[in-house]
């Protein structure tokens, strides 16, 4: 969660900066639950829901909410003291504020113009998927399974007696009283580097079908069943590939439909190019 906030060390942190372009901002909606405070400046679960990704948003926790809390009260008090010694007047702050603006401009622009997940149609991935097979090879064996993670040996035990009397995995992954940490149903194949040492040396020597022993990973109990298996050199199944391949032809038409809006806009637009002068004062600069 905390990667949202700060992408990386030691640069200017955007999306926090234009969480503080939004707090406090009226837009006449209802009034959104205020997570922090600081002064008269607000962090609402609106602005957080205006740069963190749904899905994400949706998976927080207390601690997660704590942790954009925090983070955001560490920049709005190094903004406000910013602000109390005047650095708002500062051309340096001028000129990258202008450019953060065209920035975030061109950005939203370019999502609204050039949306092409919806012009994707499912014969076209189908097509695609069957006319570039080699793509879509896999480099290495790979297992499909179920995989819970608990929080103790005696849960583990447990659920795998459940399990192999008849019980699903979803059923015993729902069961509180089971103390499941983890979980993964089935989610996509997994290579030897995927799943670690631990789960590899298992897992790979079950046949499909079959419900691994409890497992330490890392002194963690976990217990596992072998869904699927595929050697190295098999084709990925269309459904295993299918995001990618949307993903994939979006961006080609995107990058079409971008070629072809500045097409047009050149034609209408005043635009002279004159890189003479520059490099006359770059490589003769006047005397002082």
């Avoid at 992408?7 to 997570?35: E, K, T």
């Avoid at 995989?147 to 795998?160: G, H, K, L, V, Y």
């Avoid at 979803?170 to 989610?187: N, P, R, W, Y």
């Amino acid at each position: 969660m905390k990667a949202w906030l700060i992408p990386y060390r030691g640069a200017v942190i955007s999306m926090m900066a234009v969480l503080l372009l939004l707090a406090g901002c009226d837009n006449g909606s209802p009034p959104s639950p205020v997570i922090a405070r600081v002064g008269d400046a607000t962090l609402t679960l609106e602005d957080l829901r205006s740069y963190v990704p749904a899905g994400v948003l949706a998976r927080a926790t207390r601690n997660d909410l704590l942790d954009y809390a925090n983070q955001w009260i560490r920049s709005e008090l190094l903004y406000q003291a910013a602000l109390g010694i005047g650095y708002e007047r500062d051309a340096r702050v001028r000129h990258r504020t202008e450019e953060a603006r065209r920035d975030i401009i061109v950005d939203i622009f370019l999502q609204d113009e050039l949306d092409m997940g919806s012009f994707i149609s499912e014969e076209e991935i189908r097509v695609y998927h069957a006319n570039n097979q080699d793509a879509f090879r896999r480099d290495e064996d790979e297992v499909l399974a179920s995989i819970m993670w608990f929080s103790d040996q005696q849960q583990a035990s447990r659920a795998r007696t459940e399990i192999t009397g008849g019980a699903t995995f979803e059923a015993i992954a729902t069961d509180t009283s089971f103390q499941v940490t983890a979980v993964s149903l089935e989610g996509r194949y997994l290579s030897r580097w995927d799943l670690g040492d631990d789960l590899a040396g298992a897992l790979f020597g079950l046949a499909p079908g079959t419900i691994s022993n409890v497992i330490s990973v890392g002194g963690v109990p976990v217990v596992a069943r072998i869904e699927d298996r595929q050697e190295a050199g098999t084709i990925r199944a269309l459904w295993e590939v299918r995001d990618d391949i949307e993903a994939l032809l979006a961006a080609d038409l995107r990058e079409a439909k971008l070629e072809t809006m500045l097409a047009g806009l050149l034609t209408e637009a005043d635009v002279t190019v004159d890189v003479d002068g520059a490099l006359a004062a770059i490589h003769n600069p006047p005397m002082p």
